[in-house]
């Protein structure tokens, strides 16, 4: 005897929260490393042509 309809065999709703939220939130702190890399590279590159109008 087989019982069908109330046991699933996917993941819990739990577990899919889960893996939304830890992506969701790797993708924030990547997108926040690339945004912090461009900055330093074009402050650096703006102070070099401050530097030279002096």
Same mark, same amino acid.
């Given at each position: 005897?087989?019982?069908? %309809?109330s046991? +699933?065999?996917?993941? +819990? *709703? %739990? &577990?899919?929260?889960?893996?939304?939220?830890?992506?969701?939130a790797? /993708? #924030?702190?990547? @997108?926040?490393?690339?945004? #912090?890399?461009?900055?330093?590279?074009? &402050? *650096?590159?703006? +102070? *070099?042509? @401050?530097r030279?109008? /002096?």
């Amino acid at each position: 005897n087989t019982i069908i %309809g109330s046991q +699933s065999t996917g993941m +819990s *709703k %739990g &577990v899919l929260v889960a893996i939304i939220l830890a992506a969701t939130a790797a /993708l #924030v702190a990547v @997108s926040c490393l690339i945004v #912090v890399l461009f900055l330093r590279r074009h &402050v *650096k590159e703006y +102070s *070099k042509i @401050s530097r030279k109008r /002096l």
